[in-house]
Each structure stands twice: as structure tokens, then as C-alpha cells.
């Protein structure tokens, strides 16, 4: 099914592409997107899905078509742009945004973290500081495959008691809609079973 789907996200028919297969070799993308109504990106990944190429003809007569048995002109070569030297990182230089270990941000969502280590991989780097709060008092850290949350609410306070270490599938549902007060679970259940109406008549157009 995967096979018939263009770049846009509609469909492609059985008969769309017998005739795609049919004119490709000797029509350039761009026609093509003008007679199916698709991107000349949809093309070219139909094209490259079923294996067809441009006939010898189309790319006699193409010349910014690249020739098979060609060798591009730029072969074992690597460019470098003029002027780049000055602005192309240095062994050991950091970026503008680097900060050292000990250094403490807080997330969109609002929480914590404090960085830990300096490998250059951010989420190995940074930590949730109740992740680290919790680690001091029970002397290992947070099993795979849980989290922390805060009883009172409070992302701040990381007073041993008030962090509590849950399963990741107790989280989820804990966050679940079901969990809201009434009647917002009614509202999303609607508003769920709206978008996939919508999405399924946008597809059938």
C-alpha cells in the first residue's frame, strides 16, 4: 500500500501509475507534476520506488540531464568555500551556547536539570536534578524504566518525601485524559473522533 502513496500524502491508483510508468522515460518532472497534479518530488519517488529511468532520448536532448558513464567534474575532490576559514569551527573551540559542568537550565515543561558530564550529547549531559536529589538518598539511581514525579506538584522541591519514583506506565496514565474532571474527557473523546472524520474524507478527496 506504502507503494501508491505520492509525497503530498494522496493516494496514487493502480492507473495513475501504469500511465506514469508509461510516459516517464521520455517526459521531463516537471510536465509530469503538471499532468498528474503532483510534486516533481512524487515523481522522482515513484520513479526511484519501481526502478524507472529517463530513456537515452530524453537525456540526449537534456542537457543539464547527467549522462550515464559520465564522470562529474568535481570527483574526488573536496570544495572548500572561500572566506569559510573564518568562520569553520577549531580543534577544541566550544560553541557560544556551551556551558560547563555544574551548570543548571530548566526545561520547556519547566523542570531542572543540572549537567553532569561534557560529552557533547545533551541528553547524557544534562540530568533531572530529581533524578539526582532522589540518587543521593537512596544510593542508586532511577531504575530504566521509571520516573520521578513530585507529590506536591512543586518542581522545585525536592525534598526526599516529596519525590516519588513511578513506572513509566503509571505516569501514562496518570496523564491520562480519563484523570480530567468532568466533562473535558467527553470533550476530547470528541474532538479525537472529529479528526479522524476529517482525516478520512481528506483522503478520500
Known sequence: MTD????????????????????????????????????????????????????????????????????????????????????????????????????ERVTKDGYLQRKMTDTGYPPRDWVPVSHIEWEKHHGKPVPEGHAIVFRDGNSRNFAPSNLELISRADLMRRNSYLNLPEPLPQIVQLRGALNRKINRRSQQA
Not at 18 to 23: D, I, N, P, T
Not at 31 to 56: M, P
Not at 97 to 102: R, V
Open 4 to 103: 501508491y502513496l505520492a509525497h503530498n500524502g494522496k493516494p496514487w491508483s493502480p492507473e495513475d501509475l501504469e500511465a506514469l510508468a508509461k510516459v516517464y522515460p521520455d517526459t521531463d518532472n516537471a510536465t509530469l507534476g503538471r499532468i498528474f497534479r503532483r510534486s516533481e518530488s512524487s515523481i522522482q519517488n515513484q520513479a526511484t520506488n519501481h526502478g524507472w529511468r529517463k530513456s537515452a532520448a530524453h537525456m540526449a536532448k537534456n542537457p543539464g540531464c547527467f549522462k550515464p558513464g559520465l564522470t562529474p567534474w568535481n570527483k574526488g575532490t573536496h570544495y572548500v568555500a572561500p572566506g569559510s576559514e573564518h568562520t569553520r569551527f577549531r580543534k577544541g573551540q566550544k560553541p557560544h551556547t556551551w556551558q560547563p559542568i555544574g551548570s
